[in-house]
């Protein structure tokens, strides 16, 4: 082009350096449509201070489509279809859901946040969505910048003691105290979330509420105590959501493996294995779960054990390095 004045030029590049300032990280994701693989990286984009990235983009690359008519924004993917509009964090789909960030509208393009493309994409259609490519089963999908939410749930509390042995402590004190300090322990790389942090009694379907409630649970964790009618049982031991094929089955597989092996180190006990078991606590739960029992009360010397600070510190720092290896990635 000519004749352009040099204001306008540098009006020009000051624009384009600032657009491409904004392009400057982006983002791959990793998606499963039906049995394809796809790929997508699309650009992280500061829209009213929130990173954001191309829904249009998004779309295109996972085989997906995008039409806005007015503020309505109307979303279909395979045989899946949601209707958001700009604004507002409700999301209608087959089941209706709330993201963190209302999509909006910037350069001819519908911008979602960073932080709710991975539940958009598996609430509204059905798809598993991780960034990074490759990505290794069970490892946690977040958008780098955002801490892996921990839902602490300690067991039983208020009027409802849980289990007991021999002595005074019962269950609901145990869980607590164990539940406290895995929430210190993990606090630099994670964001602990409780269930309940007094003496209160929680229904369970409460505690799913809480957990899938803002801030959303990206994982959680159920700390009970054991039981058994033989006074020998012993050691601590981990259940998970029954299933083998999906995602959340196989994070909380990855999770509580995780844990048990880091809690084998802290403890020096034998670990008594991750098992897939259908707990009322994984009912209507939206995210990876684990239940973690830490010791059978109803063994004499292991209430003991699991009634002392020193133990439950040491019972603590393994739950919470099985949770930071899972968080980072690093897990076996
Ligand atoms: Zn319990």
Redesign the pocket.
Known sequence: MRFIPWGVRSVVAILSALYFAAHAESVTYNAQVGDEARLSTVDIVSVEGQPCVSLKKLLADLGGQLRVNENTVQVSLRNYSAKMTIGDTTVWAAKEFTMQQPPRIFENDIFVAVGDVTALFVYAFNVDIKTGQPDQPGAPSLPSGRKLCVVIDA??GGADP??SGQGAIT?KDI?RAIATQVAKLIGQVCQPKFTRSEDESLSTEKRVGIANGSPKGDVLLSV??GTSNSKTANGFEFFCPLGSSDATAAKSLALARSMSNAMSESTGLMPRGVRQVPCRIFTGLQMPGVLV?VGFITNPTEEQLIANPEHQQKLAQGIANGIIAYATGKTQ
């Open positions: 067991g039983h849980g289990a269950e869980a009970h105590v029992e």
